[in-house]
């Protein structure tokens, strides 16, 4: 992704079935979304909802996997932005008491925070 060859990283995604099935959808629904954001972003984006989808799924399906919660303000952060995505954070913090400050502090704002902004289409 850092070379910006998202033709390349698609085919190798789609031919490499030996990926954990999740993050290997995940990671190919980004990459689509990052070569189609310029071009179409509603369909560009419609990559970003799928990948939503399916966190929230597994969410449900396993809810004591905090992790997951990163996949998903991950995707948060593609479409909203860092700081929209920060204040869900907060958000999810004020009103699930499950988890503790430093999983909301240092996992989730930090991840979100320290991901590289050149990354991200909507600052």
Aim: aromatic share 12%; no cysteine; net charge positive.
């Amino acid at each position: 992704m850092n070379l910006n060859k998202y033709d390349e990283l698609e085919k190798l995604l789609i031919e490499d079935e030996n990926i954990n099935t999740y993050y290997r959808k995940n990671t190919l629904n980004v990459v689509r979304y990052l070569k189609n954001f310029n071009r179409d972003k509603v369909k560009s984006q419609s990559y970003i909802n799928e990948n939503i989808n399916r966190i929230t799924d597994s969410i449900r399906k396993s809810p004591k996997d905090s992790l997951l919660y990163g996949d998903y303000f991950a995707m948060r952060m593609f479409l909203n932005g860092k700081a929209k995505t920060l204040v869900e954070i907060d958000s999810m913090q004020a009103v699930n008491k499950k988890y503790s400050e430093i999983f909301y502090e240092s996992i989730l704002k930090d991840a979100v925070k320290e991901y590289p902004d050149d990354y991200l289409p909507v600052k």
